[in-house]
């Protein structure tokens, strides 16, 4: 042995025990585990779903492009119709063999949790019928997901966590999260969240609880964040968006056309604004001026009607009339005479008789609807609707909503037969599903195929519609 080799034994050695540190300080810092959350519902689920992954973040997980992927499962469920919810449990039974399989071949352990309304409306019932589940969280609770990991961590399963905290949860969220690198050239911004209206058909004031407006302050801050992260265009939120009715910058209470008018002037590089979903009893003259006078406002409106039958109206406590509704068409187009009207409707509610039935479609002819959704009724337990000993059989229910829609796509393609030719900026969204092709939405929210020509995702790009379709428009890029 020379002394160089004795030399280089001690070095040698240091490197090996200082090697040896790191790896075991490695195997002990938590490695990064992936999350993947299936959003099964409304825009607003889509929105908690990224709130759940911004709080995730924070606590060392990413995001995982697949459930096979993923350390965590987070099912996000929507418990609107009876085909909606049911659908998580086939989801559920999947994931049950998934996770056998990733034990068994990769050693791995996938754990499941169920979030969202199904989970808000369930709870507990759910885990006698479906025992695989980790843990359940509903709507109000995303912010308690640390604690929940934290409890998983350590080893227990199958908490509810479904209560109606009196904590400001988007604060809660905000103070918990970690900003994700990027978002969407369109982003989603929730400023309202609940319903207090009753509608005796719907689940939401259940599992949303009450109505809640967030402040003007916070919505702000949050909108600078999208629009630093990427976002152009942003769409506000809210079961009932336009019953927003937040504390102002100036400590007064403001209404919606007002947090608008305030996001348009305050926030730079914002393209466009939208607002989802609106009640026609909250639809007030500020608002409707806004699609006047807002130039960052898409001439685009979701007004649901549900229906055009006075009497149906009145047994689903809508609170308006038919022609109160067609009242608000009439001044929305006096201010903005090309704007989109969107709707939605249920056939076959308890009671309905073809008379009923006839002035839905009355009603459609009237308006000249851009787009809508239509669903057949769906009794939801709990609810008074489905109580009703009236219940419309299914297949008289399945007859009118194919008369309906069948309405609904003509009037879809008459409007956007009238784009032919037109040209109109266009932000481009996402890819098509041809090489090269772009898509973005137009202001009237179309979808609008463009080839790329070299353009990225997050471009606004001036476009003349060379074609029409029911479902979409297809495009060049002019500029
Ligand atoms: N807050 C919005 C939308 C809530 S749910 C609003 O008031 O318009 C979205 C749509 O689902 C409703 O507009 C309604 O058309 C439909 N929907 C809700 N409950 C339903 C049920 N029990 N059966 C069928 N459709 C229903
Ligand atoms: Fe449901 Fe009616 Fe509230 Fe809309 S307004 S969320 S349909 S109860
Ligand atoms: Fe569904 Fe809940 Fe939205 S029931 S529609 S996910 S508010």
Redesign the pocket.
């Given at each position: 042995m020379n002394n160089g080799a004795q030399a280089a034994v001690v070095p040698a050695t240091a490197a090996k025990t200082t090697r040896a540190r790191e790896e075991q300080e490695l195997n002990a810092a938590p490695a990064r585990r992936k999350v993947f959350v299936k959003a099964?519902?409304?825009?607003?689920?889509v929105y908690d779903g990224e709130r759940m992954i911004d709080v995730l973040r924070a606590r060392g997980f990413e995001p995982a492009g697949s459930p096979e992927e993923a350390d965590l499962v987070i099912l996000?469920?929507?418990?609107?119709r009876e085909k909606?919810a049911e659908k998580v449990y086939s989801e559920l039974g999947r994931l049950r063999v998934l996770r056998e399989k990733l034990s068994r071949d990769a050693g791995r352990q996938v754990r499941i949790a169920v979030a969202?309304?199904?989970a808000?409306a369930e709870g507990e019932a759910m885990l006698a019928r479906a025992p695989v589940i980790d843990f359940i969280f509903g709507?109000q609770s995303i912010q308690k997901l640390p604690s929940l990991i934290d409890r998983l961590d350590a080893g227990e399963r199958h908490m509810v966590e479904t209560d109606f905290p009196p904590e400001d949860k988007f604060a809660k969220l905000e103070e918990q999260s970690a900003t994700p690198p990027a978002v969407p050239p369109s982003a989603f911004l929730a400023v309202q969240e609940g319903c207090d209206k009753f509608c005796t058909f719907c689940?939401?004031p259940y599992?949303?609880g009450a109505e809640y407006s967030r402040p003007a302050a916070d919505i702000l801050r949050e909108a600078e964040l999208l629009l630093d992260k990427g976002a152009k265009e942003i769409t506000l939120l809210g079961?009932n968006v336009n019953a927003w009715h937040g504390e102002g910058l100036d400590g007064r209470t403001w209404n919606l056309a007002r947090l608008l008018q305030e996001m348009a002037q305050r926030l730079e590089g914002l393209h466009g604004l939208r607002f989802t979903t609106s009640h026609p009893n909250d639809m007030d003259d500020d608002l409707i001026a806004a699609f006047g006078n807002n130039d960052r406002l898409m001439p685009y409106l979701h007004l649901p009607v549900q229906a055009g039958s006075d009497k149906v109206l009145k047994a689903m406590n809508r609170k308006h009339t038919a022609a109160d509704y067609l009242r608000i068409i009439d001044k929305l187009r006096m201010v903005r005479e090309d704007i989109a009207i969107s709707g939605d409707f249920i056939v076959g509610f308890p009671g309905e008789t073809e008379e009923d039935f006839q002035a839905t479609l009355d009603l459609v002819e009237q308006v000249q609807y851009a787009h809508a959704y239509s669903f057949r009724y769906s009794p939801r337990p709990g609810t008074p609707a489905a109580e009703r000993e009236e219940q419309v059989p299914e297949e008289e229910k399945a007859e009118r909503l194919a008369r309906l829609q069948a309405l609904l796509g003509q009037q879809q393609q008459a409007f956007n037969r009238r784009f032919l030719g037109r040209r109109f900026p266009l932000l481009l969204t996402g890819e098509g599903r041809h090489a090269g092709q772009l898509v973005g939405r137009s202001p009237w929210l179309q979808a609008v195929h463009v080839p790329g020509d070299g353009h990225a995702i997050g471009d606004i790009v001036q476009v003349e519609v060379v074609e029409v379709g029911r479902n979409a428009l297809g495009a060049h890029i002019v500029s």
């Open positions: 099964f519902g409304c825009q607003m689920n996000n469920t929507c418990h609107i909606a969202g309304c199904v808000q709507p689940v939401v599992t949303r079961q």
